[in-house]
Every structure is written in C-alpha cells, then in structure tokens.
C-alpha cells in the first residue's frame, strides 16, 4: 500500500543522524573519481544517512553523481572510478567501513546485508536458468538453507513480492516473464537474505506507469513489513513524491538540498529543486507554458570557483561566483547548498514565465564519455535576447581546483559544523 | 517566435485564428474501424497464427490539433502508426488523409504520396537510429533526397529550414555529427527531419521518454508551436501521460489493441470514464499534492476467480467492476460532453467539435462502487 509521507514519522525522527537510533547507513564526505589517469571528481562531499526503516529518495539527472554514489555504497563502480575520500558505514550488529573492504569481505555485504535492484532485471538474470533456481541459489549460498528449504522459502518470498502462482513462477525462464515479473523476482532475490538496506537504482524506471505503482507500492510494503531502509535513486521527482520520507537532490556531483519531501516540495530551498519541481508540475498540469531549465550541467568533474548550478541560475550574483558554496541549515533537518537564505528571493532576474526563454547556446556540453543524455542542454528556440541576463555565462570555467573540497565557509551564513554536512 | 514566421506555409497566423480554423475543418486524418494483425494473415474459413494487435479504432485529427495516444507496451500504439503511414496493412478499415483513402492507395499512387513528405513519422528512440557518421545537415536532408524534386540549393535552403524551426542553429551545428550534440540536440535534430518536407501530419512515438524534464517540456513547447503557428497536425503517442497533459488537445487512450476511451484531455485525464483510464491516472507518479484515487483501489483483489482470457472486454481480467454484462465486449459509445464553451477557456485550443467516446459497460455506475 503506497503511504504518504506524513505517516512516517518515527523513520523521520532517527533521520536526524545524531539521534538514538544509529542510522543503517552513513556516507560522509564521498569524492568518486572518474577517468582513469586524468581524473576528475563525478562526486564530491556527499554526506547523507539513511535511518532504519526510512526510505530516502536520490534525485538527479543523468551526470549527476547519484549513480555513482549508490554504486560506491554497493562497492560495483564501473571501470576508471574510485572512492577517492569519504567513508561509507554499514551501521547494525557488526558496523562494516565499506570502503576498506576487500573483494572476500563484500561477499559477506552485498547481498547479504545490502541488496539492489536495477533498471534492467533481465540483465541480472541468468537467462539459461529458472528464476526459482536463481533465487533457491541465494538462499542456499547467503542464508545456508538446504535444498528443500531453500525451495519452500523461494516460494513463500515470490508470493511476498506479490507474484501469483508462485509454485508455477519458480520453474519459469527470465524470457518467460514481463519485465515488472522480472523487476519482483530481482526484488526476491535483493531481500532473500533479510538486507538492511535496500537499494533501488532507477528500477522503475523502464516499466509501465501501471506497473511501476504497482512496484513502488510493493517497496512501501516491505518497508513496513520487515523494516527494510530504502534507498530510491532516480531521475524523477515524482516517483519519490509520495513513496520517501526525506529526498537528496543532486546536481553536477554535489547534493544541493536535503529534507523531508513534504517540506522540500512545498518550498524548495535550492533554486534547482525548485527548478525541477516547476518543469514537473507545468507538464502535469497542463495549464500555462511548459517551463524548462536554461543552459546545461557543467561538464563532469569541471573546477568552478562558486556554486555549480550558477550558470543556470535565476539568483545568481557575485557571491556565488566568489568561492566554494558549503551547505546551510535551512531549518532543522533540512540543508541547502546555495548562499541565499530561504524565503522570499530578492532580486530575481527571472520570472516563472521566462525561465523558458533563455538561450544560452554556450553552456552546450556534450560530454565525450556517454553523449546520449548527458547534459542536456535546454536552450530556447524562440530565445529574443536572453544572454544580458545571464552574466554569469562564460566566466566561470577554468578556475582553481578547490571546490568541494570540504567545509569551507565561504560565503556561507550558517556554517555547518563537522561531521553533518549534506 | 520570429524563427518561425519566415516560414510559408504557416503565414502569420495567430493562435486564435489557428483554433477557429481548426474547429471549422475537417479531419485531415481521419482513420475508422482500423484493425490490424500479426502472424499468419487471417483468411475468410481460418483466423488462428494470427493476433489481433488492433480492432475497430476510429480517430480524428484535425490541421493544428495535437492529439495523444497513450498506451502501455503491447497496447498496440506503435501499430497504429505505423498503418497509418503505411508500414504496415490493415485487415480492415479506413484511413483517410485529406480525403482519400490510403489503404486503397498502390504502386505509382502509393509512392508518390510517400514522396510528398505530406505524413511524416518520427520513429520512437531517434536518439539511436541517427546515423553516427552523417552530419546534422546531410539527416535533416535525407527525407528529401527520396522525394528527388528540388534542386540542390533549395534543398540546403530547406534544411536550414526545419533547423531553425526546432531552434537549432544551422550554422553552428549542422556540420557536427550526432556524437558531438547533446541529447536534446539529437532529439530536435529527428524533428527537424521529419519537418523538412513541410508534412501537414507528424506522428511522434514516444517523442520525449529519453529526455530529462526540462528537455521534455523543450520539446512539447516545441511542438505546441509548430500546430499553432504553422497548422501542423500532430499525434503523439507516448506511455506517459506527463507529457500528454501539457499539450495534446484531445488523447485517446489504447488497452490491447481497443481504444477504450477518448475525449478531451482534461476531461479524460482529470475524470476518466473507463476503469482503465482511472488506473493509468491514478497509477502516474505525481509531484502534485491534491489528493486523489489509489491505484490499489481500482485493481483487481487477489482473491477474485481469475477472469477468462479472450472473453468479452478486453479490460476484464484486470477491471475490478467486471461484472456478467461484461462477457460480451463492449463497443465504443459516444458520451455527452459537457459544453465546451463554457468549460474550455484553460486550454483555448480543444476542438469541442470531436465527441468522447467509452468502451465499457458500466462506464456510468463504476464509481459509485469505491464508495
Ligand atoms: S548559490 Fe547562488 S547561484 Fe548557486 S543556487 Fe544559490 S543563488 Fe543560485
Ligand atoms: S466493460 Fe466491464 S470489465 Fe470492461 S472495463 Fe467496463 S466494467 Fe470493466
């Protein structure tokens, strides 16, 4: 049963990092390194915890890091990535530093204590085996169940994700499947071994709206049921609208603002939440101009002097562009990486109405390494002469190397103190 | 919105005028009693090795009406299209463009209206199917060069054209290859193909479902302006009913090969008649906070007796309201509109011309069930 938010407050409550219950999992101060010898940082000082039982959704668009980051917490990052700092702790019985595992310890974490799911389940599948087989497999090898007993229990978890006929799904085929079938049997096979966390990467992303319900309701389900801590990672607000009790939004590597999802979307604290959220709600509603996001991310891993949303964004000034943006407390339990204090915005250059027509022809990045959706840029066509109001454009590339390179508070109001930064 | 007045065909029109137009015209595609199939083509004396992916679809689509197809994988949406331009024959039914019946179309009359360029298709994921070694230039042109009849200069004329139209410019892009664009590029660079014939008609599959949500709404906005600004007639199929919403006039909404409901888009999206529809609505993730129906309440209980397939609606073995009425399947019925005068005024551009249609035997009473 899908729940709202509101309903979740005890998960809320142990969100608060420094709060009775440890929280399952804490990231603190993550830099992921990509391209091998000239490497450039994807993601950079991003903190963030997750309470038992809460489920926490990680927003961005694709180059934002958020894959990446959940990919370092799995320890599966692709080729030419490395953890470069931070630490990941795996919290419960026995607290496991993630980062400092070694190939023999993760068989005892992932899996086990963190299970997954992705975009694509049929790529996760051995196509020349039933699934029942695959997930008897998991049960013998991480819960040592004999072979009947892992068959009974493979039985009892597909009728738990919701599969009907379980006795008949055990004996089918990926291929036999449809792909919301295969997204549930990956989700046995993810909590098979009664994980801590699971961690869910765009995994329904690829599905039917009618399908794709039908799972995130299964997710709230097992959540309630078993206390299972969710992680959400997707590119779309609105799959973690009404199924997470906080949401981390991510831009161009960092996390830009973190809070319970009610509060964030009632009033986003970042101008790119903000911006998100605009874009979002114009097309459901169907009314007025279909709003967009000027300009394009900075190119992976680019060295600004000042806040990396500042090319595209309406408020930018001076001090933006002076230094680092480190995070500020909004109010308790809610961060935001921008130097404008919450509320009213002064001096807004744009209104809602021309957000969406601002060309900007020089913020255009297609990125070598994966073109396809990278960096999209959203310049306007109908664009009359946009560029006055974008001062910003243009001069802030090529600058020194030390953003995000920790706590810095410069040209914060309310700086952070150590250890519960975003 | 200079960029898009240089164009002819579309002369300076002002929206107002493109929606008095477009009320007053008839459908410049009009498709009726459309049923495809796959597999082994049924026979008079035997049916079975073939599947039925469409049955008995009727649609209008007027010069400057966006309308939306919304269906989920296997729905049979893409078939559609694909009749419709004529990639795929029938079994039965009409489509009529402007008047003349394609289906009957053949040989020299066939390919002279393919060469035309007046019916364009922008195939789903053009993202992939640009070929990565040609420029932005020579994909925009390639339609062109299969119709064969304009010189070479009025040809490159033609593609800074289209270019332009989707925001694109020509001079600094179009020497690029897909590789070196961004996605949103790639995406207007595809729509920039389809429109360097000057088609009349452009059937989009899934036009946005690779884009982020900025570039989507890049996109829509787009095609938005193309339908008032140059008459063009659009039908965008998409699984996403997001990008339906902001734009599209009228949608009608596809379940296995039946079109199960159509009408207005804020009716159907806001108050959907068939159960189905009321799945998809309430099924859509949402960043809007009204409250509104579960999904969970309109699915079938598990502990209901499993629906016979192939038996009467289509819908039934997933409709929570099936009921005995239900064994036999239920035709398209035309419904009462509410006056589209009066209640029109947000969007200023539904036709109020096309009536809604329902599929479904309890189309009247379904509600009251969820109390
Ligand atoms: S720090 Fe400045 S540029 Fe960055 S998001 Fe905040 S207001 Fe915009
Ligand atoms: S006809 Fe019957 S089964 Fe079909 S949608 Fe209507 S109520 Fe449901």
């Known amino acids: 049963m899908s729940r709202p938010p509101e309903t979740a407050a005890p998960a809320r409550t ?391 390179t920790g706590a810095t508070t410069a040209g914060t109001p309310e700086p952070e103190p150590e250890g519960s930064r975003v | 919105m200079t960029t898009v007045s240089e164009v002819p065909p579309g002369t300076g029109e002002s929206p107002t005028d493109a929606t008095t137009r477009q009320q007053r015209q008839e459908p410049l595609l009009r498709v009726e009693g459309l049923s495809v199939s796959y597999g082994r083509r049924a026979t008079a004396r035997r049916r079975e090795g073939s599947t039925r992916v469409l049955s008995g679809v009727d649609l209008a689509v007027r010069p400057g009406e966006i309308v939306g197809i919304i269906g989920e994988t296997g729905s049979g949406k893409t078939t559609l299209a694909r009749a419709v331009v004529g990639l795929k024959r029938p079994d039965a039914g009409r489509i009529a463009f402007d008047g003349r019946d394609l289906t009957r179309l053949a040989g020299r009359g066939l390919r002279a209206f393919r060469r035309s360029g007046q019916l364009q298709y922008m195939f789903q994921d053009p993202l992939r199917s640009l070929d990565p070694e040609s420029t932005v230039r020579q994909t925009v042109a390639e339609p062109l060069a299969v119709a064969g009849t304009l010189t070479r200069d009025e040809r490159e004329e033609r593609v800074t054209e289209a270019l332009t139209l989707v925001g694109l410019d020509a001079g600094e892009l179009g020497a690029r290859t897909p590789g070196l664009i961004s996605g949103g590029q790639r995406q207007r660079v595809a729509l920039a193909r389809a429109l360097v014939t000057r088609p009349r008609l452009l059937l989009t599959d899934e036009p946005v479902s690779a884009l982020d949500a900025s570039n989507r709404n890049l996109v829509l906005s787009l095609l938005d302006r193309l339908r008032r600004e140059l008459g063009l007639a659009v039908v965008v199929i998409s699984h996403d009913l997001g990008s339906l919403a902001g734009i599209a006039d009228r949608v009608a909404v596809l379940y296995r090969g039946r079109l199960v409901e159509q009408g207005r888009t804020a009716d159907v999206l806001e108050r959907p008649r068939h159960p189905y529809t009321a799945l998809l609505t309430a099924s859509a993730p949402s960043v809007r906070r009204e409250p509104r129906l579960l999904p969970a309440l309109l699915r079938v209980p598990a502990s209901r007796e499993p629906w016979p397939e192939d038996e009467g609606c289509v819908f039934a073995p997933r409709c929570r309201f099936a009921a005995p009425e239900c064994r036999d399947e239920p035709a398209a019925t035309v419904v009462d509109e509410p006056d589209p005068s009066g209640t029109d005024t947000d969007t200023g551009t539904a036709t109020g011309t096309e009536r809604a249609t329902v599929a479904c035997h309890r189309a009247a009473d379904w509600r009251a069930e969820l109390g």
Not at chain 1, 137 to 166: I, M, N, Y
């Open chain 1, 14 to 404: 142990a969100s608060a990092a420094h709060g009775p219950v440890p929280p399952v999992l804490s990231v603190d101060g993550l830099h992921v390194t990509v391209g091998g010898p000239e490497r450039v940082e994807a993601v950079r000082e991003v903190s963030l915890t997750i309470g038992p039982g809460e489920a926490v959704g990680l927003v961005g668009e694709s180059g934002s890091g958020k894959s990446l980051t959940c990919r370092s917490v799995l320890g599966v990052l692709p080729p030419g990535c490395a953890v470069a700092d931070g630490s990941i702790v795996l919290d419960g019985d026995e607290p496991a530093e993630l980062t400092a595992l070694t190939p023999k310890e993760w068989e005892s974490v992932r899996g086990r204590r963190l299970g997954a799911v992705f975009q694509d389940p049929a790529s996760y599948l051995n196509p020349s085996l039933t699934v029942g087989r695959q997930l008897s497999e998991q049960l013998r090898v991480g819960r040592g169940l004999s072979r009947t007993a892992a068959h009974s229990r493979a039985v009892d978890l597909f009728a738990a994700v919701g599969l009907h006929g379980p006795g008949a799904i055990y004996h089918r085929y990926p291929h036999e499947l449809s792909g919301g079938m295969l997204q549930r049997v990956l989700i046995a096979i993810a909590i098979a071994c009664e994980p801590e966390l699971l961690i869910a990467d765009e995994a329904t992303t690829a599905l039917d709206v009618v399908v794709q319900a039908e799972i995130l309701e299964l997710l709230q389900r097992l959540r309630s049921e078993q206390g299972l801590a969710l992680l959400l990672v997707t590119h779309d607000l609105a799959v973690v609208a009404r199924s997470c009790d906080r949401i981390l939004v991510m831009y161009a590597g960092e996390i830009v603002e973190e809070g319970p999802t009610a509060d964030v979307l009632a009033a986003p604290a970042h101008p790119y939440t903000e911006a998100l959220l605009r874009v979002a709600s114009t097309a459901e509603a169907g009314t007025g101009a279909l709003e967009t996001i000027p300009g394009g991310a900075p190119e992976t891993g680019a060295e600004l002097p000042g806040c990396r949303f500042a090319e595209r964004c309406p408020y930018a000034d001076a001090e933006c562009l002076a230094g680092p943006v480190a995070t500020r407390l909004v109010e308790p339990g809610r961060r935001a990486r921008c130097v404008r204090p919450a509320g009213q915005p002064s001096g807004r250059r744009q209104d809602a109405g021309a957000a969406a027509s601002a060309e900007n022809p020089s913020a255009e990045n297609p990125s070598a390494e994966n073109p396809s959706a990278e960096n999209p840029s959203a310049e306007n066509p109908s664009a009359e002469n946009p560029s006055a109001e974008n001062p910003s454009a243009g001069n802030v590339s090529g600058a020194d190397a030390t953003a995000g």
